[in-house]
């Protein structure tokens, strides 16, 4: 273990936060919200750009290339559909074929040149969209859809086929939904629905459909964006529109793949920004659903660690399964900001009630225990053997008068209840329907969130198809699982609007000091050694051991007395990788003798295993602290990321990271921190002091920092173990990794 001449770490928390943002904080650096045009210190925007897609959604004039309404043609069907859904929004439809003087009825124009008028959207019917790309280029069309297959899904040929699209795209100024799409866009959505809608967005149309059937339980849906292979518009581009649409309330997301992991976190900062919720089925979970995803969209899946913790970071709620996605969706699209973050079990049955308050408080959600006066109240409608704490057990809700609804609005009144879920296992009339009809009166007379789940597996009842589904303000489940999903993310996903300030607002705009020392030491294409990489460190601003390089005995043993007995000894070279493997360090050397026999031995090691030295370092040890590593490798899809965890041993034994997307703040930092299952280490176990956490979070910290500016420079940095020292000490890097671009 080793130690350091440098003072400890500021622990001051402002100054944590200011380090994220540069060297010194002020104006340049951050103080005001990100805006249009705004770059990062490494060129990057930092803010979303919004695509105007009002013209593809509600387009005044559609050309379709390829029309046709001869029977037993596939695009015979394509073009009946795109007709019906032109007369739908009210716009002009303009059939385009050469060989064909009309299609249904409409006069039909030669080619993309005859058209009568400039138009906003242009559905490609043709196998080689190509040419026609470059036609509409000259006639000026704003949008195009690309049905064909046959490229990036399809291996390295339809890989360069998809890049020749993009680049005819990319000069065109024509944007582009596709290759590899379908009709999603143009279906026909409800407009007899009230309350906020869901806009959809999916890379899979038929994942799609179990979201877009939402709209025969009343629940309304406003956009559909199949994103296909995003040879142009991606992902982003409809998050960023959707969350700037006053009517939606969510969005709904089917992700295989990502095209740029920058682009989707900004447009997901715009929502988050904005309070619309985003929820999302991303796959790519295991190697298989990875491998499979890839070749059905031609995309980029990304390192699933990565991409959960980007998710995480920017508030996007990722579920597991359809089912999930489209209960949870529906729920955070239509139900009012929460009052408390207290939850109720209401019950007919105390096996039920006990069995749901179990899952509740392992989903992680509140049970406040009812007060005493409030139990009191339950009491005079329900009878004093039932237990009223919460879980609440009426013993059977009452149909014969007013009792039952006094006992709902009673729980609704209590001000630590925010939510009230309902079981109702199954359908056992007349009590469960009028134990409905009380819980959906009562909910049109609260700000509360109120939550029925019907068990019943046939679902035809009129209590469920009738009355809950008519309602607008009761979230009916059909699983209680779905149900503790969709409230957890629920009551998550305000708590994380309500505290959200965007990374990006604070991200550095200038390089700092720290990054001129940098550059002098990088060395493209090779590993640093460990004394080199220390002095990267130093540069950050990071505390390193108090250490001598030495290419002697005789100096190893004037530095060790300079250090201060007991030192440890390491061999320093820009090719070694596992010191300890190769029997390259020396720890608790308290003389100098031992000093003088331990440096012969680790340079007798390094010439017999054929490993370069620029010398031996010779450091301090410190023995009292929790071994951390921190570390920057970089993602393909997102780039450079910082990876925090236990160190040491530790960090191959039990794998407990975390990991964050640059840029982010001091609040993320400790997120991640708190999210290690070995957190427990840092606040001090078995009578050891509590760490000195504020100094952890500025490490990490100023290592984003290095990832932000350096972060095409370098591959993989890793700082492990970080020694943090009890609490008001600091941290040290007790040894150091990093690898050039």
């Known amino acids: 273990m080793l130690?350091?001449?440098?003072?400890?770490?500021?622990?001051?928390?402002?100054?944590?936060?200011?380090?994220?943002?540069?060297?010194?904080?002020?104006?340049?650096?951050?103080?005001?919200?990100?805006?249009?045009?705004?770059?990062?210190?490494?060129g990057r925007p930092l803010h979303a750009d919004v695509p105007d897609?009002?013209?593809?959604?509600?387009?005044?004039?559609?050309?379709?290339?390829g029309a046709s309404d001869a029977e037993g043609r596939p695009n015979t069907g394509v073009t009946r559909q795109l007709?019906?859904?032109?007369?739908?929004?009210?716009?002009?439809?303009y059939p385009v074929h050469p060989s064909r003087p009309a299609v249904f009825g409409l006069p039909c124009s030669a080619s993309v040149a005859d058209l009568p008028e400039q138009v906003d959207l242009a559905v490609v019917l043709v196998g080689d969209p190509l040419p026609v790309i470059e036609e509409l280029a000259e006639a000026k069309a704003r949008f195009a859809v690309v049905f064909a297959s046959g490229f990036a899904e399809t291996g390295p040929e339809g890989e360069a086929a998809q890049r020749r699209l993009a680049a005819a795209v990319e000069r065109s100024g024509v944007r582009l939904l596709g290759p590899n799409t379908n009709l999603n866009a143009f279906e026909h959505f409800r407009d007899d629905l009230d309350g906020p809608a869901i806009a959809l967005i999916t890379q899979s149309g038929h994942q799609g459909r179990p979201v877009f059937a939402l709209q025969e339980l009343g629940i309304r849906l406003s956009h559909w964006a199949p994103t296909g292979n995003e040879a142009d518009l991606e992902t982003a581009d409809f998050l960023s529109y959707f969350a700037e649409q006053p009517e939606i309330g969510a969005i709904a997301c089917y992700l295989e793949g990502l095209k740029d992991g920058r682009s989707f976190l900004l447009a997901a900062d715009r929502a988050?920004?904005?309070?619309?919720?985003?929820?999302?089925?991303?796959?790519?979970r295991t190697e298989t659903g990875a491998r499979t995803a890839a070749s059905h969209t031609g995309k980029l899946t990304g390192a699933d660690t990565v991409v959960d913790a980007a998710l995480r970071q920017y508030g996007v709620i990722r579920v597991d399964g359809l089912d999930e996605l489209q209960d949870t969706a529906a729920l955070l699209a239509r139900a009012r900001?929460?009052?408390?973050?207290?939850?109720?079990?209401?019950?007919?049955?105390?096996?039920t009630g006990a069995h749901v308050a179990d899952l509740a408080t392992e989903a992680g959600l509140r049970l406040p225990v009812l007060a005493e006066a409030r139990q009191a109240e339950l009491h005079q409608w329900i009878p004093e053997y039932l237990s009223v704490a919460n879980p609440v057990d009426n013993g059977g809700h009452p149909v014969g008068d007013w009792r039952g609804r006094k006992i709902i609005d009673a729980i609704l009144d209590d001000p630590e209840v925010g939510v009230l879920i309902c079981p109702i296992t199954g359908p056992f009339p007349p009590l469960s329907d009028r134990l409905v009809r009380d819980l959906v009166d009562a909910a049109e007379q609260t700000d509360k969130l109120v939550c029925v789940v019907w068990g019943s597996p046939v679902g035809t009842e009129p209590a469920y198809r009738e009355v809950l589904l008519g309602s607008s303000r009761v979230a009916t489940f059909r699983t209680v699982g779905n149900c503790l999903t969709a409230v957890r993310a629920y009551l998550a996903h305000h708590r994380f609007t309500t505290a959200y300030r965007s990374p990006f607002d604070e991200a550095p705009r200038t390089p700092s000091p720290s990054y001129r020392k940098a550059q002098a030491l990088m060395r493209p294409g090779e590993q640093l050694s460990e004394h080199a990489a220390k002095q990267l460190l130093r540069a950050y601003g990071i505390r390193v051991p108090r250490e001598q390089l030495v290419t002697s005995a005789a100096a190893a043993v004037r530095a060790a007395g300079l250090v201060g007995y007991p030192v440890v000894m390491k061999a320093s070279g820009a090719r070694i990788a596992h010191k300890t493997e190769l029997g390259l360090v020396k720890i608790g050397l308290t003389s100098a003798s031992q000093v003088r026999d331990a440096y012969r031995e680790l340079t007798d090691i390094a010439r017999y295993e054929d490993v370069?030295?620029?010398?031996?370092?010779?450091c301090q040890m410190v023995e009292q602290g929790v071994e951390m590593v921190v570390g920057v490798t970089h993602d393909d899809l997102f780039g450079p990321t910082v990876t925090v965890g236990l160190g040491g041993v530790l960090v191959e034994v039990l794998r407990d990271t975390a990991v964050g997307v640059p840029p982010f703040g001091e609040e993320q930092a400790r997120d991640m921190l708190a999210g290690l299952r070995g957190r427990a280490l840092l606040d001090g176990v078995r009578g050891r002091p509590p760490a000195d956490l504020d100094a952890l979070v500025e490490v990490v910290l100023r290592v984003q920092r290095m990832a932000l500016e350096l972060g095409d420079q370098v591959a993989e940095l890793d700082i492990n173990p970080l020694m943090v020292l009890p609490q008001g000490q600091g941290a040290v890097a007790l040894d150091a990794l990093a690898v050039c671009r």
Not at 84 to 93: K, M, N, Q, T, Y
């Open 337 to 351: 900001p929460p009052r408390a973050d207290g939850v109720v079990v209401y019950s007919i049955s105390g096996g």
């Open 83 to 93: 007709a019906d859904w032109a007369e739908r929004v009210g716009a002009r439809l």
């Open 272 to 284: 988050a920004r904005r309070g619309v919720p985003v929820v999302a089925v991303k796959v790519g």
């Open 612 to 618: 370069p030295l620029d010398g031996v370092l010779v």
């Open 53 to 65: 897609l009002d013209h593809f959604f509600r387009p005044r004039s559609v050309a379709v290339i």
């Open 3 to 42: 130690g350091s001449t440098h003072g400890t770490l500021t622990t001051d928390s402002r100054r944590a936060r200011a380090i994220a943002c540069g060297e010194r904080p002020g104006p340049a650096v951050h103080g005001r919200p990100a805006q249009e045009g705004d770059l990062d210190v490494s």
